[in-house]
Nanobody, 115 residues
Framework: QVQLVESGGGLVQAGGSLRLSCAAS????????MGWYRQVPGKRRELVAT???????NYADSVTGRFTISGDSAKKTVNLLMDNVNPEDTAVYFC?????????WGQGTQVTVSS
């Protein structure tokens, strides 16, 4: 089993910055992919950014150039630095990892951007 604990969510003004962190624990052998998704009420969960164990990153178009994902598969942590946020970034953000072909999710952390 893998447990994911997120931290760093909260309220931020438009144009500001916020950093999300996620730590994985449990019986973990290798995490080939780690990342972040987000969801707003009534909408599907959507990809924000992912990073592979080799350091390859992938970003949603809506956050490219503003958000930066970093991860350390050895330390089992993944972070998301959110710069120049806007109200459309308001959502619950979920940490996500893949291990042995299975996806694991954190409980989510609320990010609210005020205009």
């Amino acid at each position: 089993q893998v447990q994911l604990v997120e931290s760093g969510g909260g309220l931020v003004q438009a144009g500001g910055s916020l950093r999300l962190s996620c730590a994985a624990s449990g019986t973990i052998f290798w995490l080939p992919v780690m990342g972040w998704y987000r969801q707003v009420p009534g909408k599907r969960r959507e990809l924000v950014a992912t990073i592979t164990s080799g350091g390859r990153t992938n970003y949603a178009d809506s956050v490219t150039g503003r958000f930066t994902i970093s991860g350390d598969s050895a330390k089992k942590t993944v972070n998301l630095l959110m710069d120049n946020v806007n109200p459309e970034d308001t959502a619950v953000y979920f940490c996500y990892v893949v291990m042995s072909g299975r996806a694991y999710w954190g409980q989510g952390t609320q990010v609210t951007v005020s205009s």
